[in-house]
T-cell receptor, first 114, second 112 residues
Framework: DQQVKQNSPSLSVQEGRISILNCDYTNSMFDYFLWYKKYPAEGPTFLISISSIKDKNEDGRFTVFLNKSAKHLSLHIVPSQPGDSAVYFC?????????????FGTGTRLTIIP | DGGITQSPKYLFRKEGQNVTLSCEQNLNHDAMYWYRQDPGQGLRLIYYSQIVNDFQKGDIAEGYSVSREKKESFPLTVTSAQKNPTAFYLCATGRGDGGTQYFGPGTRLLVL
């Protein structure tokens, strides 16, 4: 069963506007969440993370929001730039329980339209 | 120059052949991981190792084997028992604390 879900396979956004990527999870033991960006034929690049003790973490143009009651997190990119076009993966772990495995979603392909 | 290197970038396997993918890191991370990515799917964990001479199966370990004789190296062997080996293989490292993992550039394995 898919414990981390990214229900939108693709998203297109105008350059300069806000991109919002969504992720849902079912495992209530997850306490650490990450977003990765991936270009074709390359390894994923870590973008930003958030611990379950927070509901928001910001790093430059990237902000991650966590809603624990809804088991939902989102990544906001503002303003969106052409170089942001990539596949974005959401991942989660049970770090406080000594389980360091990351569980990944299936990814969302973001296309920034110039 | 710190980082994770994977070789080769492309690898071809013949039927019934075992092949070994290399992963080396100089980040001094304790933990190393192997993932597989298939089109339209997320990354799935094959094997991971938290310390030298110890490793655990991930979600899809069948048909694969690993070794961890050195902290810097975590090679993955795709055996002939793996019936669908064509995929993009990613090695990652981490501090082993359930936090961020960092990925290498990947190896694409193709079956002839």
């Amino acid at each position: 069963d898919q414990q981390v879900k990214q229900n939108s396979p693709s998203l297109s956004v105008q350059e300069g506007r806000i991109s919002i990527l969504n992720c849902d999870y079912t495992n209530s033991m997850f306490d650490y969440f990450l977003w990765y960006k991936k270009y074709p034929a390359e390894g994923p690049t870590f973008l930003i993370s958030i611990s379950s003790i927070k509901d928001k973490n910001e790093d430059g143009r990237f902000t991650v929001f966590l809603n624990k009651s809804a088991k939902h997190l989102s990544l906001h990119i503002v303003p969106s730039q052409p170089g942001d076009s990539a596949v974005y993966f959401c991942a989660a772990s049970e770090s406080n329980f000594g389980n360091e495995k990351l569980t990944f979603g299936t990814g969302t392909r973001l296309t920034i339209i110039p | 120059d710190g980082g994770i290197t994977q070789s080769p970038k492309y690898l071809f396997r013949k039927e019934g052949q075992n092949v070994t993918l290399s992963c080396e890191q100089n980040l001094n991370h304790d933990a190393m991981y192997w993932y597989r990515q298939d089109p339209g799917q997320g990354l799935r964990l094959i094997y991971y190792s938290q310390i030298v001479n110890d490793f655990q199966k991930g979600d899809i370990a069948e048909g694969y084997s690993v070794s961890r004789e050195k902290k810097e190296s975590f090679p993955l062997t795709v055996t002939s028992a793996q019936k669908n080996p064509t995929a993009f293989y990613l090695c990652a490292t981490g501090r082993g604390d359930g936090g961020t993992q960092y990925f290498g550039p990947g190896t694409r394995l193709l079956v002839l």
